[in-house]
C-alpha cells in the first residue's frame, strides 16, 4: 500500500491541499494569502478604536478652554479653534478608519471564506468510498460550511473585537494615568480583573453553551427525519405519535435552553455590577481629586466619558468570548471531521494507465475489510482482453468485493491487481477511473438537468452524441415527454426520475463515455423485460471488444456471456460458460435451480 507521512503523521493525496490537522494552523493556512488585508485592516481598526477612545481627551481641551475663559473675549472661534478642530479630526478619522476596514472586510470576506471552502473540499474530494460510507453527505457538506463561515467570524473577533478593545482599553489607561496615576491604576486594575472573569466566566459557560448547540442540532435532525418520513406517518395513523416523540426532545431542548440562559443571566449580573463600581468609583474618585485641585475641570470630564465608553466596550465581552470559543469549536469539529488520513493514494511516482487490450489479473491477491475478517486470500484470476465475465453467487460471497477492488474503491493487503500488465497500485487513480466504466444497481444522478447528466461521460459531447446515446439507453422516449427536454432537472439524486428512468440515464452517460473496461453491477435490473432485452441488445452492439464484468442476481442476464466466476465465501469454486457450468451439475447448478422468479436467494435454502 502507498504510504506518504508527513509531520502532522497524515497520508495525503498528492494533489490534496496540504492542510494542517490543527485548528489554529489551520486558520493560519486560510489567512495566509490575506495577510497583508488583514495587516491593513488592523492599522484601520486601531485608528478607528484610538479615533473613538480619543474623543473625551479632546472634550476635556474643549472643556479646559471653556473654564479658562468663561466669558469669550473677541472671536470664540478662534479661542476654541483647536479642540473643535481636534473634536472635528477625530469624528471624521473615526468614520474614514471604520468605513475603510469595512470596505477591506468587504473584498477579503467573501474571498476568504470561498477559499476555506474551496480547499476543504478539494481535500475531502480525495477521501476513499469507506470514509463517505462512514458520513452522511449532508453533515459533510454542512461541516464545510460550517468551518468555511467559522474561520471567517474567528478572524473578525479577533480583529474587529478583541484588537479594537484591547486599543480603547490601552488609550484610556494612558490617558488616565497622563491625568493621575491613581485614577489610571484604579481603571487599569478594573480592566484587568474584568477580562480574566470574563474569560473564566465564558470557558465556564463554554459546556453549557456546546450542549445547547448539539441538542439544537439533535432536535433539528429529528424534525428533518420526521418531515421526511411524513407520508409513513400519515399511512399508518402515526401523526400524534410523531408529535409526542417530538416533545420528549423538544423538552430536552428546553432544559438545556435554560442551564445556559440562567448561567448567561449570572455572568450578566456581573457585568452590570462592574460596570456600575467602574462608573460610580471612575466619577467618585475624579470628584475627589477635582476637589482637590489634583485635577481640571476638563480632565473629569474625559475620565467620565472614558469610563463610559469603557463601560460600552467592555459589557459584552464575556459574550464576545463564548462566541469567539463557539467558532473556534466549530473549526476544530471541521478539521476533526474532514482533515484525516487519505485511505488511498497515488504512490509519488504513480504513472498514467495505459489500456490497449483490457486484460485483467489478480495475482495472490490477499484482502479483507478489517482484521478478522477476510475476504480474498491469494486470490488468482485472470480476464483474457475483450472477455465478458458473469460474477454470481450469494449475497457476501466477494463479488462486489471483486469490482471494488478492480475500481481501487479498496486496496488489497498482499498480492497484485494487474490491468494489461500495470499493477493498478502504482498507476493514478484518475487514470484508472478514466477507463473504467461502471453502471451500478442505484445509480445517483446530479441535481442537474438530463442533458448535464448525459454529458458527464463526456464533458465535450455536443447534443448529438448525447441524444444518440440517448436512444441505446431506451431514454429518448420519456426524455422527449419531459416538458423541458434534455433541459429537464433531474432533483436530488435523480428524485424526480423512476428508477428504471435513473438507471437509463445512467446508461446513456457509461456509453457515452466509452471505456474500454466496462463493469455492470445488476445493471437493468429496474427495467421492464421489453426495455431490458432493447438494451441488453444495445449494450452487446457497444461492448464489442470491451472487457466486461457483469454483477448478476438474475442468472438469466449472464447466461450469454463468454464466461462466468461463482463466488462462494471469498473463493471462486468454478469457472466457465454458462452450459459449462450446467453441465458440470455443481454449485453453479444447484443456483440455477434455486432461483426464485429469475433471482437467487441470499444464502443456500
Not at 11 to 19: K, V
Not at 234 to 257: G, N, P, V
Not at 434 to 451: G, N, V, Y
Amino acid at each position: 500500500m502507498p504510504k506518504s507521512s508527513t509531520k502532522e503523521g497524515l497520508r495525503r493525496a498528492a494533489e490534496a491541499p496540504q492542510l494542517p490537522s490543527n485548528p489554529w494552523r489551520f486558520i493560519l493556512f486560510c489567512l495566509k494569502p490575506f495577510r497583508w488585508l488583514l495587516l491593513l485592516m488592523l492599522v484601520l481598526e486601531t485608528g478607528q478604536a484610538a479615533g473613538s477612545i480619543l474623543v473625551p481627551y479632546a472634550i476635556k481641551a474643549l472643556m479646559d478652554a471653556v473654564a479658562s475663559q468663561p466669558v469669550p473675549v473677541g472671536d470664540w472661534l478662534e479661542t476654541f479653534k483647536q479642540p473643535l478642530l481636534l473634536l472635528a479630526g477625530l469624528n471624521l478619522a473615526e468614520i474614514v478608519f471604520s468605513r475603510s476596514s469595512g470596505a477591506v472586510l468587504i473584498i477579503m470576506g467573501p474571498r476568504l471564506r470561498q477559499g476555506t471552502a474551496r480547499s476543504l473540499f478539494a481535500y475531502l474530494q480525495n477521501h476513499a468510498p469507506r470514509y463517505f460510507g462512514n458520513h452522511f453527505a449532508g453533515a459533510l457538506a454542512h461541516r464545510i460550511s460550517e468551518t468555511a463561515m467559522s474561520v471567517n467570524h474567528t478572524t473578525w473577533s479577533i480583529i474587529c473585537d478583541f484588537w479594537p478593545i484591547a486599543v480603547t482599553f490601552s488609550v484610556s489607561v494612558t490617558l488616565l494615568l497622563d491625568v493621575h496615576q491613581g485614577l489610571g491604576l484604579f481603571v487599569a486594575a478594573w480592566v484587568l480583573m474584568y477580562v480574566l472573569i470574563s474569560y473564566w466566566l465564558a470557558t465556564r459557560c463554554q459546556p453549557y453553551a456546546q450542549d445547547f448547540a448539539a441538542t439544537r442540532s439533535m432536535v433539528n435532525g429529528k424534525i428533518v427525519d420526521a418531515v421526511t418520513n411524513i407520508i409513513n406517518a400519515k399511512l399508518f395513523a402515526r401523526l400524534q405519535h410523531e408529535r409526542a416523540y417530538l416533545d420528549s426532545f423538544l423538552d430536552t431542548e428546553l432544559k438545556s435552553a435554560r442551564r445556559t440562559f440562567w448561567y448567561m443571566e449570572r455572568v450578566r449580573w456581573f457585568q452590570f455590577t462592574a460596570a456600575a463600581i467602574l462608573k460610580i468609583g471612575t466619577i467618585g474618585y475624579a470628584l475627589q481629586l477635582w476637589q482637590a485641585g489634583e485635577i481640571s475641570v476638563g480632565a473629569f470630564a474625559m475620565s467620565t466619558g472614558l469610563a463610559i465608553l469603557v463601560i460600552g466596550d467592555a459589557r459584552n465581552l464575556s459574550r464576545r468570548f463564548l462566541e469567539f470559543f463557539e467558532y473556534v469549536g466549530n473549526v476544530a469539529n471541521g478539521v476533526d471531521t474532514i482533515i484525516q488520513s487519505h485511505e488511498i493514494i497515488d504512490v509519488p511516482d504513480a504513472k498514467p494507465l495505459q489500456i490497449k487490450q483490457g486484460r485483467i489479473e489478480f495475482k495472490d491477491v490477499c484482502f479483507s475489510y478489517e482484521p478478522g475478517r477476510q475476504v480474498f486470500e491469494r486470490l488468482n484470476v485472470l480476464i483474457e482482453p475483450g472477455q465478458r465475465v458473469g460474477l454470481v453467487g450469494f449475497s457476501g460471497s466477494g463479488k462486489s468485493t471483486f469490482v471494488n477492488l478492480i475500481l481501487r474503491n479498496f486496496e488489497p493487503q498482499a498480492g497484485q491487481i494487474l490491468v494489461d500488465g500495470q499493477d493498478i497500485l502504482l498507476t493514478t487513480q484518475d487514470s484508472l477511473h478514466a477507463q473504467i466504466s461502471l453502471i451500478p444497481q442505484d445509480p445517483s444522478l446530479f441535481h442537474r438537468s438530463l442533458k448535464e447528466n448525459i454529458g458527464y461521460g463526456k464533458l465535450d459531447a455536443d447534443d448529438a452524441q448525447i441524444g444518440f446515446a440517448a436512444k441505446l439507453a431506451h431514454a429518448e422516449e420519456f426524455i422527449a415527454a419531459m416538458p423541458e427536454g434534455y433541459e429537464s432537472l433531474v432533483g436530488e439524486r435523480g428524485v424526480k426520475l423512476s428508477g428504471g428512468q435513473r438507471q437509463r440515464i445512467a446508461i446513456a452517460r457509461v456509453m457515452l463515455k466509452d471505456a474500454p473496461i466496462l463493469i455492470l453491477d445488476e445493471a437493468t435490473s429496474s427495467l421492464d423485460s421489453v426495455t431490458e432485452k432493447t438494451i441488453q441488445e444495445n449494450l452487446d452492439r457497444v461492448m464489442g471488444r470491451k472487457t466486461v464484468i457483469a454483477i448478476a442476481h438474475r442468472l438469466s442476464t449472464i447466461a450469454h456471456l463468454d464466461r462466468v466466476l461463482v463466488f462462494d465465501q471469498g473463493r471462486i469454486v468454478e469457472d466457465g460458460s454458462h452450459q459449462e457450468l450446467l453441465d458440470k451439475q455443481s454449485f453453479y447448478y444447484r443456483l440455477w435451480t434455486m432461483q426464485a422468479g429469475g433471482f437467487l436467494p441470499d444464502e443456500v435454502v
